[in-house]
């Protein structure tokens, strides 16, 4: 009998493994999204948050200071502060919060926001950019992303770029900003000698979106391509597979991938937008851990934008009481 029902659970096990990568990788096709020629929002941004309250007004405050006008927020079923403090953004015309808690087992539920994004809010935004609570996404050099964009407004979709920050000896969380408190990157020279940590994040025009399958990049219309770097270089399905053409000098995104060793670690043995942590999850993040902290020397290249956001902070909260 012991036999007869263990070997029902593996068949259950090899089964749900087989339609889950079946499933998962099946495409979102969204609408068509309607072209609006004068839309509410040059660039707006779609993210997907989980208890993420600490970090909210560092987050929202420097993409506003970057160029961002007006973000969607994907509330995955916050238990902290989160909800309380995207609503006084909610008042003030800056963000949409959409309830979003897990509601299948087969499906990326960052995935699935991402479609409810285009599909729901696309005509609204020129640009739409796509990337996490933990990503910071900046021009180099330009004064802002818009700056950026209207100088690449032929192309469909940008794929930028990131770069990641490690803990910076920080064994627990320090007080201040996450963007002044981590201070070490791999360089992108030794991230494409080590092609597990080179990843991209898209800014797309949402009318030129086909279906979504990744969240990273999206399929588009008319075209096998993903998008194309910041040199208007098209790049390839899979990006890491012609990493020299991952760059980050005009534009990028830092990544805080570990935040403090204490933060890492309770996220690794939690659970994020696409479900809980396995096993084998944990082993692989933990390994891009070490090679992050190995690798990493000082990065200082947000940090022009540093004055300009404290002073917007302090404005926020002094408004705010």
């Known amino acids: 009998m012991h036999v007869w029902h263990g070997l029902k659970a593996a068949l259950r096990k090899r089964r749900q493994a087989r339609n889950e990568k079946i499933l998962v990788r099946e495409p979102i096709v969204v609408p068509q ?5 004068t839309p509410d ?64 087992v087969w499906a990326n539920t960052q995935n699935l926001a991402y479609a409810h994004a285009v599909s ?39 794929c930028v770029a990131g770069v990641n920050f490690g803990t910076s000896g920080h064994v627990v969380r320090p007080t201040g900003l996450v963007t002044e408190n981590y201070r070490r990157a791999v360089p992108m020279d030794v991230q494409r000698q080590h092609p597990k940590l080179l990843n991209v994040k898209s800014i797309v025009q949402p009318a030129q979106i086909r279906s979504i399958e990744s969240v990273h990049w999206f399929n588009l219309k008319g075209t096998n391509k993903i998008g194309v770097n910041e040199d208007g270089e098209p790049l390839p399905r899979f990006p890491r597979e012609d990493p020299l053409k991952l760059k980050a000098d005009t534009v990028r995104f830092n990544h805080y991938y570990t935040r403090s060793r204490e933060e890492f670690s309770a996220k690794v043995n939690g659970s994020n937008a696409r479900g809980p942590q396995l096993p084998a ?17 000082p990065d200082d290249t947000i940090q022009r934008y540093l004055p300009d956001l404290r002073d917007r902070l302090s404005a926020w909260r002094k408004e705010k009481g």
């Open 33 to 37: 999204s309607v072209v609006t020629t």
């Open 120 to 158: 729901n809010f696309g005509s609204s935004s020129r640009w739409m950019a796509f990337f996490d609570l933990d990503e910071f996404m900046f021009p180099v050099h330009a004064a802002s992303l818009t700056e950026l964009l209207q100088a690449r407004e032929q192309e469909h979709a940008i």
């Open 281 to 297: 999850d944990a082993e692989q993040r933990w390994a891009l851990f070490r090679q992050i902290e190995e690798f990493s020397q």
């Open 41 to 104: 929002h040059y660039l707006s941004c779609v993210a997907i948050a989980k208890n993420e309250g600490e970090y909210l007004d560092e987050w929202i405050q420097f993409h506003l200071l970057v160029g961002i006008s007006h973000f969607y927020i994907y509330d995955n079923g916050s238990t902290d502060q989160s909800l309380s403090i995207l609503r006084a953004y909610e008042a003030a015309g800056i963000v949409t919060v959409v309830p979003w808690r897990p509601f299948s």
